[in-house]
């Protein structure tokens, strides 16, 4: 048969290798066996991506194999169901390592199968052995240079944590208030150890970062920041919401409200809204009744006159 490149035709199973360059290493078992069962049922019914190389072989004759740059599962799945053959699109001869990994990672991060720690060390690779910059990564993938960014500061955490997140035992939110505490060793350890002993949703894990975090600045001057705790407290449990105040030493700074949700954002917009309309009211009420109290001064002031 004619190989016409582009064109899908049928190689043997076992001339196909795995992608060198590919940046996903833990496959779900479970799931390659629910797919070769369909495999047996209808088929392969997405060809394989691959590139055709030649070599010589030991006896002087010529050897052809088809290494594999997009379709792994695939690939598992036709071997546990003993297919022979399956269909592949030949690629132009692609001798560029760089490509091979970023088809690898496209095609993962398409089907949402790379493991975060497996996404960051893919794009630290095409930023060491390429030479890529984050934005290039951006565009290629077509995600933000803040989700590239995002994804490579996940392996500055602790070899602990990085194998939690890529067992699966944590998960990517987890890994956010953890790099929050990157600069404090200590903390972001104690908080590791609360998220795995104690399984603490994200929520609780933020809560427990950003208290970390303001509590470090406030030991610096507590009799200053005590009464912030106070007002944090009492906000808190008007609004049903994590409330923090962050200030410097010239009582400068901000308020910030923790939501998880949409229904915890409506929950403190209504709250904060019917505040709103009674301080309203009350400032009408006030108003009204200096008018009054105007009114009645003004007509004993008049009484005191006659015409």
Known sequence: MEEIKGS?????????????????????EIKIKTMSESIKQYGVLQPLLVVKKTSQKDDGGMETIYELLAGERRLRASKLANIKKVPVILREKEDKDQIKLEIGIIENLQRED???????????????????????????????????SNSIRLLSLEESMIDALQRGVISEGHARPLLMLSDKKEEQQFLFDEIMNRRLTVRDAE?????????????????????????????????????????????????????????????????????????????????????????????????NFSI
């Open 8 to 28: 899908v035709f049928w190689v043997d199973v076992e001339k196909i290798i795995p992608n060198p360059y590919q940046p996903r290493h833990i496959f779900d």
């Open 114 to 148: 790379l493991t975060p720690i497996d996404r960051a060390r893919a794009f630290k690779s095409l930023i060491d052995e390429f030479h890529l910059t984050h934005q290039n990564i951006s565009d290629k993938i077509g995600k933000s240079r803040e989700y590239v």
């Open 207 to 303: 809560r427990i970062s950003r208290r970390i975090a303001v509590d470090k600045v406030r030991s610096k001057n507590k009799i200053l920041f005590s009464e912030y705790r106070i007002m944090e407290d009492d906000l808190s449990d008007k609004l049903g919401a994590q409330v923090y105040i962050e200030s410097n030493t010239k009582n400068e700074g901000k308020i910030l409200i923790n939501f998880s949700s949409k229904d915890d954002l409506d929950v403190i917009y209504s709250v904060l809204s019917d505040i709103k309309e009674t301080d309203k009211s009350n400032q009408l009420a006030e108003s009204k009744e200096n008018t009054f109290e105007k009114k009645n001064t003004d007509e004993d002031l008049y009484s």
